[in-house]
């Protein structure tokens, strides 16, 4: 095969690992699932990844970087204006990386192996955390509120990419409706 065809079927391999991984739970999804979606072997699979937390690691060690960038670079907010900026921020990331990968950072066994992969845990509590604006642990009603807006993007871009497939971009006004709405959910008034 050509370095061409090659990369397809990497990038195949991916995709689907991807959508199982994200429907099925990571631990819900086998080699051998990915490779029967595909219609190829197990081997073929083993060929371009050796294991499934190889897998696991190109899916998500871009998407953990880049929000671990925009956190650092926000970090928790105090003001409404700060809050904007990140919110946004986030919903580019996601709007990007997709919602899928979104999915996955949230499943409790992809969890215990983004420390090892990607030297990253608790990314959807720092999301949270940087969202309600605490640096400690938030009260209940704050893990509420940012548990309910990290969602919140997840559903507002699924929802988006439902009508809008990749190559698309989120347009001006879908992500200001979503900024909106994630804003909504974290305010304490």
């Not at 095969?1 to 199982?20: F, G, H, K, W, Y």
């Not at 696991?56 to 204006?81: I, Y």
């Amino acid at each position: 095969m050509s370095a061409p065809e090659l990369r397809s079927t990497r990038d195949r391999i991916l995709d689907v690992a991807l959508e199982l991984f994200s429907r099925q739970g990571y631990e819900g999804t086998s080699i051998r699932d990915i490779a029967e979606r595909m219609s190829i072997t197990k081997a073929a699979v083993y060929y371009h990844f050796r294991a499934k937390e190889e897998l696991l690691a190109d899916l998500l060690t871009p998407a953990t970087a880049r929000v671990s960038r925009v956190l650092e670079e926000h970090g928790p907010v105090r003001d409404a204006a700060g809050r904007r900026d990140l919110v946004t921020a986030l919903v580019d990331v996601v709007a990007e990386v997709g919602p899928h990968v979104v999915v996955m950072l949230a499943d409790p066994a992809v969890g215990n192996h983004i420390r090892a992969l990607t030297g990253e845990s608790g990314l959807p509590g720092r999301i949270g955390r940087a969202l309600v604006g605490t640096d400690g642990e938030p009260a209940p009603t704050d893990r509420i509120r940012a548990a309910c807006a990290v969602a919140s993007l997840q559903a507002g871009i699924a929802a988006w990419r439902e009508d809008s497939p990749p190559p698309a971009v989120l347009d001006g006004e879908a992500k200001d409706a979503l900024v909106d709405i994630v804003l909504a959910v974290i305010a304490r008034d």
